[in-house]
């Protein structure tokens, strides 16, 4: 039987495609359920303030570039959103005296137009961003070599190859509406993936790319970053992929509660869970990585009870 079309875009695949068990599943889902979902490769964490939030994430940079000498350069792949935790990064390596000479870090993603990424003077520009809030912070006798910060391009042969003799310790990420971690949204329904999305198989061979944005996403990025204004935000990014994402040691996805809904965070929680995989819902594929931790903010965990506003 052929799934449902997507209530969002019926030209795209999505989470509205799932069957109706699986989502009314989801949405049961209470907070104190949350502890009964880890499994083995499965972590979950839950905070109680921002701030131990926020502190947590930034130690995860710290505890990967302690680790990293000469002889083994260590580094963590990060995001833009959430951003909370890069000016925390600053502070703690210069309060702790923290050399970053042998520490490596990979931005997520990059926004595409006109046939090349964007530069750091676009006004959403992620590379500008890491810069801004956390890289131009540090003290010049700790700060990172440039060197060793990598960005993704349209051409991602020096960005991938820059993770082949370093350590990954760390992967970290938000989760979009569309459940994707970096831009790994979900592909348009049409050609070989009109009647399927793609298996977990073909997914995972996807390397950083440039890839065409879900128009959630669109819709996301322009209510988180730009008041709402959709026609700022360009409809296609360079992103890191499932293959470097498997390379990364673990991943860990952060959970604020105004990323994605109460109801999203639940589906792809219980979908790693139970060790549903399905590229339809991005988030959900990382059921096959063998170290992946979900952190939560109680309050934002929301609820997905009726509210009339």
């Not at 989470?15 to 009314?24: A, E, I, M, V």
């Not at 490769?41 to 505890?63: C, K, S, V, W």
């Not at 970053?100 to 964007?118: I, N, Q, R, S």
């Not at 399927?196 to 209510?223: D, F, M």
């Amino acid at each position: 039987m052929s799934r449902p079309l997507s209530k969002i875009a019926p030209g795209w695949w999505d989470y509205t495609t799932l069957g109706s068990d699986l989502l009314q599943d989801a949405a049961r889902i209470t907070i104190k359920d949350l502890p009964g979902l880890a499994r083995p490769g499965f972590r979950i964490a839950i905070y109680d303030t921002l701030e131990d939030f926020y502190l947590a994430e930034a130690l995860e940079y710290i505890n990967a570039w302690k680790e990293s000498t000469a002889d083994n350069p260590v580094g963590i792949c990060g995001p833009i959103g959430p951003t909370e935790q890069l000016p925390l990064v600053a502070r703690l390596v210069n309060d702790l005296g923290l050399s970053l000479k042998t520490a490596h870090f990979w931005g997520m993603d990059e926004w595409y137009m006109d046939g090349k990424e964007v530069g750091e003077d676009h006004p959403l520009s992620f590379a500008r961003a890491d810069r801004e809030m956390c890289f131009d912070r540090i003290r010049s006798e700790l700060a990172m070599p440039v060197e060793n910060q990598h960005f993704p391009k349209a051409d991602p042969f020096d960005y991938e190859a820059s993770w082949n003799g370093v350590r990954c310790a760390v992967m970290q990420g938000g989760q979009g509406e569309v459940k994707h971690w970096a831009f790994n949204d979900p592909l348009r329904r049409e050609g070989q993936w009109k009647d399927s999305p793609p298996t977990l198989e073909e997914w995972k061979k996807l390397g950083t790319r440039v890839v065409e944005l879900h128009p959630l996403t669109l819709i996301q990025n322009a209510r988180t970053s730009g008041g709402g204004n959709i026609p700022l935000v360009p409809t296609h990014a360079v992103t890191v992929g499932p293959v470097q994402t498997w390379q990364a040691e673990k991943i860990s996805i952060w959970h604020p509660g105004h990323h994605d809904n109460p109801f999203g965070i639940r589906l792809t929680t219980l979908m790693i869970s139970k060790g549903v995989a399905d590229t339809a819902v991005p988030m959900s594929t990382l059921a096959g990585h063998p170290n992946v931790q979900f952190h939560f903010y109680r309050g934002g965990f929301g609820t997905c009870e009726v509210e009339m506003h």
